[in-house]
């Protein structure tokens, strides 16, 4: 690096030339990002189709394909049903899958990841002519010129610069900009002063310097790379569906094993009985279930989105519902990240600033001498400024050239006296020492243009100790103090209790230069400053804080009620971070630090007994000396914890001890790093390779890897980088932490529909079961055909299902405690006897007594029907002999046949449309939770039609073999439909005021 920049040195006013050029971006690269390898569209549409629900699908086909082709093989007469449940199941899983597909692609476009952090052009030094080229373009050994407010395209080694600072809070977390330099200070790369990076910001002064690398080797590039090698493991939900593809496999094949043995016992010939073994597993399978699941997460996806949460992975959406703990970082999730004036201390008395985020103008007496000299220092003693052509904007809205302090104090300021810039024309600067890390205070000269007092005013801000140990007195209203013992201890009472609340602290002066050392005209030299012997006039502090967000105590109140455990994990000082977890509650009042309980008492912290602590701050510092087991034991035994000055590896671990110890964890972060000081534990391979490549030295590392391995990843929309948003699951559009609660109450939500969903949609599917059972084992007239199965669990069932997404909670669900991931699950054995023993039964029921009363109004009582099957279906015979003596050739049985499925199907569409009614809730009464959900009743509506148009319209009813029926077909189901709602209303008050009983538990869902 050293030679070459030494090389170019030489060569700094000519630049590279083309050819140069293109020998080395071959050598080298090019200059830009390289996204991280992306499994393509096809494969991601090829999993979606494949995957969780889908699979038990794509089984069924296979099985529906097998007994059509054994049909085919070894009958002489062929029905197609089979075949259309094959071709109809593989639409089924196509549409899901496209459905699942088109959700993470919208996500994907809306990210366009990795693009908003390259720089777009830059200055180049091309064969003596400096000219502006796409940032792609530069290369190694390019010689590029940075200013105020550009990003650094590549990293480079700076060779030349002039007060140039730049923001490295994208790499290191450092909030305050950094200094550079064109001299190396220090043998590491990410420490010395004369490198600075790719993607980072110019935030003050100009640099030249040369490009050292490029795209993907640069430090934000492998960095990138890095991020993408971290397994996070399947969702809750992907967990709860695999069960239930378990459950429903093995249900099916034992349900299928039994009757193909039974089938045989009774006298079935052995391809029959493989005909009711495919059958029945088919038949347990809920085929409708896959597309109505995944279109109720989208639709909550969707919902979330108004919400400002952009859901990446659909599963994502229950999994933060699930969450029973949340790793939170602090700036701007939970804080608005923006540095506020928070308090003001003049006239020996402290001023509280407004500092929430719709403040519209807080005013101070500007006829107060000790304010109006507070504020004239501020004023003037800035370097900030706002950038034209804004005067419409709202101040606070505003965007500043300068660090964040000066920025807090110029907009501050802007409020007070309404136009900064005409105050500054009115009283021009003629000298300026700027602000460095020695002196620790900034110094500017002004010619006040008063003739009545023609002296220069000197004005001067910067740390507080050092600024009062210029001063002599102090301002208090009209007067003017000798800075004694007792002024003193106000000034360090102020200071320290300023301080104590995480607040950056900055003091104020002024001073009149006499006339006779320094005349008007006088020539100023910040090279040799003459003027900092003078006793100074202090006139007070002004402190700074980034603030929280007003909705966040809220929402941290809500977290609390909803027993889901909020920790902040965060690379600020521990007095900051302190400050603002009070301020949000994360430490709530009343809950005191051993700390804060020792200084209360005025004794150690050794005599303090720490099973009695509940509230904790730890430091990375502390943290790197716990083993796992220590930090699992502070985890259990603190409620409430911050960790402050902790590095990425250590917030990853903290997220796995949380996760060992059965949590479900949301971790929040903005991919950029913490600053940590060589805290090395016990780390994962990404961080050991990461520190091996950038040097053990190193500030911080990214907290990518702590997002990838949480349960669920939340990544911030405005400040996180593009790294972390790749890694996220769920993207904070307006990195707002209530956000996420508005999420958390969605997937809370979506859970219970779930469960509502699968009652709902396997109710009919369990009960055309065991039609299929009872036609085989009582040898009837086959109940329901295949086709007639479809249009219900693919036709009518579909709207209804898909607007159980939109019932609102039962009651105030944020109120109840998370669920336990390894007894809540989606999938219950109170959920299966409910539908396997309850609705399925009524519902078959409703089904057979629309089937027998059909057949007995035409002469077929239902003792005459049980063991006629062979007969019934036999071609050859036409005078089969009813139960009144009548004939019945085999053209008007398999018409009575059709009428009497298509009474049953008519049975099951009624009762399912109350069966829907019973599950808009799991235990609130249905009078009290009403029918105010508009979009199923549209779908109800909608069932009933759909159901009447395939049975009354011509030719559609005879293609999926159905047929007309007398209108007061549609009236015997009803006492079933009627029945199904009372007695789930007499379950749901059993379950709500006996839950703990046997009875209660068994039925609760």
């Excluded at 089938?263 to 029959?272: E, V």
């Excluded at 909020?566 to 900051?576: A, F, I, Y």
């Excluded at 065991?770 to 036709?795: E, N």
């Excluded at 009144?884 to 399912?912: D, H, K, M, N, P």
């Amino acid at each position: 690096m050293y030679v070459c920049a030494k090389e170019f040195v030489k060569l700094q006013a000519q630049g590279l030339s083309e050819k140069q050029v293109l020998k080395n971006r071959k050598h080298y690269g090019e200059n830009f990002l390289q996204p991280p390898p992306k499994p393509s569209a096809l494969f991601k549409f090829f999993k979606a189709v494949i995957g969780g629900l889908n699979a038990l699908l794509w089984g069924s086909a296979f099985l529906s394909f097998l007994s059509y082709g054994v049909q085919f093989i070894y009958s002489d007469h062929i029905s197609n049903d089979n075949l259309v449940l094959g071709c109809a199941l593989i639409v089924v899983v196509h549409v899901s899958g496209a459905f699942s597909f088109y959700q993470e692609y919208k996500s994907s476009r809306i990210m366009e990841s990795f693009k908003t952090m390259v720089p777009r052009s830059a200055m180049v030094f091309r064969e003596g002519s400096r000219v502006e080229i796409d940032v792609k373009e530069l290369v190694v050994g390019d010689l590029v010129e940075i200013n105020y407010g550009d990003l650094v395209p590549a990293d480079i080694r700076i060779l030349e610069c002039q007060n140039f600072t730049v923001d490295n809070s994208a790499l290191t977390g450092e909030a305050e900009p950094q200094k550079r330099l064109s001299t190396c200070t220090d043998d590491n790369p990410m420490e010395s002063k004369n490198l600075a990076f790719f993607s980072t910001n110019a935030v003050q002064g100009t640099a030249k310097g040369v490009v050292i690398r490029v795209g993907n080797k640069t430090l934000m590039g492998r960095l990138a790379k890095l991020a993408c090698g971290l397994d996070s493991g399947p969702s809750p939900i992907a967990v709860e569906m695999n069960k239930f593809i378990v459950i429903m496999t093995i249900r099916s094949l034992v349900f299928g094993g039994v009757f193909f043995g039974l089938a045989l016992a009774i006298g079935f010939s052995l391809i029959d009985s493989i005909f009711f073994l495919i059958g029945i597993v088919v038949a347990n399978v809920p085929e409708g279930l896959a597309v109505t699941f995944t279109t109720i997460l989208s639709v909550t996806a969707k919902r979330m989105a108004k919400n400002h949460c952009l859901v990446k992975h659909l599963h994502a959406v229950e999994a933060l519902g699930s969450t029973s703990c949340i790793c939170s970082d602090k700036t701007g999730t939970l804080t608005q990240n923006v540095m506020s004036v928070a308090h003001l201390f003049f006239n020996s008395a402290v001023a509280f600033a407004d500092t929430s985020e719709f403040v519209t103008g807080q005013q101070f007496d500007m006829q107060d001498p000790g304010f109006a000299a507070l504020a004239n220092v501020a004023a003037l003693c800035s370097r900030a400024n706002f950038r034209p052509g804004q005067e419409d904007v709202p101040v606070l809205k505003r965007t500043v050239e300068g660090d964040a302090s000066e920025t807090a104090i110029l907009k501050f300021m802007e409020l007070q006296m309404e136009n900064v810039s005409r105050y500054r024309t009115n009283f021009p600067k003629v000298c300026e020492i700027p602000f460095n890390s020695t002196n620790k205070y900034q110094v500017s000269i002004h010619d006040m243009s008063n003739t009545e007092d023609p002296r220069h005013l000197l004005v001067i801000k910067g740390a507080p100790e050092r600024v009062i140990n210029l001063c002599s007195t102090i301002l208090n209203g009209n007067e003017e103090l000798l800075i004694d013992a007792h002024q003193k201890h106000i000034f360090s009472t102020a200071y320290l209790g300023l301080a104590k609340m995480g607040e950056r602290v900055l003091g104020f002066a002024d001073c009149r230069l006499p006339l006779d050392k320094f005349p008007l005209g006088y020539k100023f030299s910040s090279e040799d400053p003459d003027f900092m012997e003078i006793g100074f006039r202090f006139v007070g502090l002004i402190s700074m804080i980034d603030p929280p967000r007003a909705s966040v105590p809220d929402a941290v109140s809500k977290c609390r009620s909803a027993g889901i455990r909020l920790v902040m994990v965060t690379g600020d000082h521990p007095v900051t971070a302190k400050a603002i977890a009070r301020a949000v509650n994360i430490l709530s009042e009343g809950n005191e630090t051993i700390e804060e309980r020792a200084e209360r008492l005025g004794c150690s912290i050794q005599e303090i007994n720490p099973t009695t602590i509940k509230a904790a701050v730890v430091t990375g510092a502390e943290l790197k000396l716990l083993s796992a087991s220590q930090l699992r034991n502070l985890l259990r035994n603190h409620t409430e914890i911050v960790f402050a000055r902790t590095s990425p590896e250590q917030k990853y671990i903290i997220v796995d001890a949380f996760q060992k110890l059965g949590y479900i964890v949301a971790a929040t972060g903005d991919g950029n790093l913490i600053q940590t000081t060589n805290n090395r534990i016990n780390c994962p391979i990404y961080f050991r390779t990461y520190i091996f490549l950038f040097g053990p030295s190193m500030k911080g590392v990214n907290d990518s890897p702590a997002l990838k391995k949480a349960d669920v990843g939340v990544s911030m929309g405005i400040a996180g980088t593009e790294v972390s948003k790749e890694t996220a699951d769920i993207i904070l559009m307006d990195d707002n932490f209530s956000s996420i609660v508005t999420g958390i109450e969605e997937g809370r939500l979506i859970f219970d529909n779930l469960k509502k969903l699968i009652a709902y949609n396997m109710a009919d599917n369990i009960a055309e079961m065991y039609s299929v059972w009872l036609f085989m084992i009582l040898r009837i007239p086959l109940p329901m055909g295949t086709i007639a199965m479809l249009l219900t669990v693919l036709g009518t069932d579909v709207l209804p299902a898909i607007s159980i997404a939109y019932e609102k909670a039962e009651a105030d669900i944020m109120k109840l405690k998370p669920r336990n991931p390894k007894k809540q699950t989606l999938v219950t054995p109170q959920l299966l006897s409910y539908v396997y023993g309850q609705t399925a039964v009524v519902e078959c029921t409703a089904g057979f007594f629309a089937y027998f009363l059909t057949y007995a109004q035409s002469g077929w009582l239902p003792g005459d029907l049980i063991g006629i099957e062979k007969k019934w279906h036999s071609r050859s015979v036409n005078d089969l002999i009813d139960s009144y003596g009548q004939e019945w050739s085999y053209t008007a049985r398999s018409q009575l046949g059709i009428t009497s499925q298509t009474a049953f199907f008519v049975a099951i569409v009624l009762t399912q449309f109350a069966n829907v009614i019973c599950c808009k809730t799991r235990r609130v009464s249905l009078l009290q939770k009403g029918m105010r959900n508009k979009k199923m009743n549209a779908a109800l509506v909608f069932a009933i039609l759909l159901g009447a148009a395939l049975v009354y319209v011509p030719s559609l009813n005879a293609s999926v073999n159905l047929t007309v029926l007398r209108p007061e077909v549609w009236l015997t189901p009803l006492p079933f439909a009627v029945f199904l709602i009372i007695y789930d209303e007499i379950r749901k008050f059993i379950v709500r005021n006996f839950p703990k009983s046997v009875v209660g538990n068994h039925l609760d869902t």
